[in-house]
């Protein structure tokens, strides 16, 4: 069964520092996400991504965050300057079509530490 | 604005019947999504509910009911290893996925 995989596992950075998080989709997966969920809280909505474009994006997703699929594999977010309350596990997901009654396929996720 | 409640926490014992409740408000409906999640780990889709009804997957089973935006997931012969967060998620008119907090479900011996 195809997965989507995730790098890093674990990232620790210092607050102020750039961070960014990769995701390897599911081939044929055209639409992408990125979740955080802040440990003990619940699963967040940041951006959806189609066509190297962002489709929709939530209120947390600022100017502080980016995404990118640099090399037409791999999504990337980004976050510039991060904050303690950046701490969080950051999921990325993707599906082949939003419209259609498929599930989102989540990556394992990265667990992010602002110290 | 857009609200999912479902309840904190439950507890059932090994073997069991449960009942997970979530009702819904939320701009538009284009589909209910249950996911469960181990801690620490990303979450798993269990099902999937856009007509109203009783879905079956094995021993879990999902309800809709969209006039009264409420669903429940089933979880029957419960195991250890249903031990688990479980999520309960809506796709809103923009396809988004707005989701709940989330119910901890703890299996006893």
């Known amino acids: 069964e195809p997965e989507v995989t995730q790098t890093p596992s674990h990232q620790v950075t210092q607050m102020g520092q750039e961070v960014i998080l990769r995701c390897v989709p599911i081939s044929n997966h055209l639409y992408f996400y990125w979740y955080r969920q802040i440990l003990g809280q619940k699963v967040e909505f940041l951006v959806s991504f189609y066509n190297n474009e962002i489709s929709e994006k939530s209120e947390i997703f600022d100017d502080q965050f980016s995404v990118e699929r640099p090399d037409g594999s791999n999504f990337t977010l980004k976050i510039r300057s991060t904050k303690l309350e950046d701490s969080a596990m950051y999921f990325c997901?993707?599906?082949?079509?939003?419209?259609?009654?498929?599930?989102?396929?989540f990556g394992p996720g990265t667990r992010l530490t602002v110290t | 604005g857009q609200n999912i409640d479902q309840p904190t926490e439950m507890t059932a014992t090994e073997g069991a019947i449960v009942q997970i409740n979530c009702t819904y408000q939320?701009?538009?409906?284009?589909?209910l999504f249950w996911y469960q999640q181990h801690a620490g780990e990303a979450p798993t889709f269990l099902s999937y509910n856009v007509l109203d009804g009783l879905e079956e997957k094995g021993r879990f089973s999902s309800f809709l009911s969209r006039s009264k935006g409420y669903s429940y997931l089933l979880l029957k012969e419960l195991q250890m290893k249903d031990s688990a967060s479980y999520l309960c998620?809506?796709?809103?008119?923009?396809?988004?996925?707005?989701w709940g907090a989330g119910t901890k479900l703890i299996i006893k011996p």
């Open positions: 998620a809506v796709r809103d008119s923009n396809y988004q996925l707005i």
């Open positions: 997901a993707n599906l082949p079509h939003p419209e259609v009654p498929y599930e989102q396929y």
């Open positions: 939320t701009s538009g409906f284009n589909g």
